[in-house]
């Protein structure tokens, strides 16, 4: 079951002002502290979204080496698990891929909506999941390291990343969460097997279903909350993305 977001933050104020940089910095890091999500809305067209993103942190160049890509339909993408396309794509973390730290932050910001349904970008928040594992499975996904693949669309770009990392990694006691329904390597009897279908069923069940409007920017907090798409029809959505590192 969809749930709409709550962590929304106007950029402007009740006059139609803009927030001071002051305010809009602090109620955005009081936001993501709660929900570890926040969906900018009443964005003016003056906005600079890459300056923005530029105070949470350093940027990490995404597969192509673009460090601010496009999440758009492209060509010769259709029949693969790819964001480059219209399908759906299925609850996951950004970075699992990566050999290093996966990007602390992920910041999508609308240029073209989908018309019609679907397109949405959906999130979970796993605190509450991890929480709830018993001290024997949250061992486990600290110690075990798993073999992990890329997805079919960033192989066909000729990137073949295989890594290695245990599920759940503690930073400084901050839970880094690791996450893939379909690029995950595993036994079919393995306790990650469980836990995919676990974790699956509440995202279908919690999940918060962002909609964009023209300029709304959505940035969430990846070591922590999964996120999805929903499938649309509309080639013509057109957003882009920057991955921010912690």
């Known amino acids: 079951m969809a749930h709409s977001p709550i962590s929304i933050l106007s950029r402007v104020d009740f006059n139609g002002h803009p927030l001071t940089e002051e305010l809009l910095s602090r109620t955005f890091q009081q936001l993501m502290d709660e929900h570890g999500y926040v969906l900018l809305c009443n964005v003016p067209e003056e906005f600079d979204p890459v300056r923005f993103c530029r105070a949470l942190g350093t940027f990490v160049p995404n597969y192509t080496g673009a460090v601010v890509g496009d999440v758009r339909p492209e060509p010769g993408m259709d029949d693969v698990y790819h964001a480059g396309n219209t399908r759906p794509l299925t609850p996951h973390s950004e970075g699992y891929d990566f050999a290093f730290t996966p990007p602390r932050y992920i910041a999508l910001w609308?240029?073209?909506?989908?018309?019609g349904p679907g397109g949405e970008t959906t999130l979970m928040d796993t605190r509450p999941l991890v929480g709830?594992?018993?001290?024997?499975?949250?061992?486990?996904?600290l110690e075990t390291d798993y073999a992990w693949k890329t997805t079919e669309g960033v192989q066909r770009l000729g990137?073949?990343?295989k890594t290695r990392h245990p599920i759940l990694e503690d930073r400084d006691g901050?839970?880094?969460v690791r996450f893939s329904?379909?690029?995950?390597?595993r036994d079919d009897d393995d306790f990650a097997a469980e836990l995919q279908s676990r974790w699956h069923a509440a995202f279908d069940r919690d999940?918060?279903?962002v909609e964009y409007h023209e300029r709304?920017?959505?940035?969430?907090?990846?070591?922590?909350?999964l996120h999805a798409r929903n499938a649309?029809?509309?080639?013509?959505r057109h957003l882009r993305r920057i991955q921010i590192a912690g």
């Open 159 to 161: 990137l073949d990343l």
């Open 207 to 209: 999940h918060v279903a």
């Open 174 to 176: 901050r839970d880094i």
């Open 110 to 115: 609308c240029i073209t909506p989908a018309s």
């Open 181 to 185: 329904c379909n690029n995950l390597i």
């Open 132 to 141: 709830a594992l018993t001290d024997v499975e949250r061992k486990q996904l």
């Open 216 to 225: 709304d920017m959505l940035v969430w907090d990846n070591w922590r909350l």
């Open 232 to 236: 649309f029809s509309d080639r013509s």
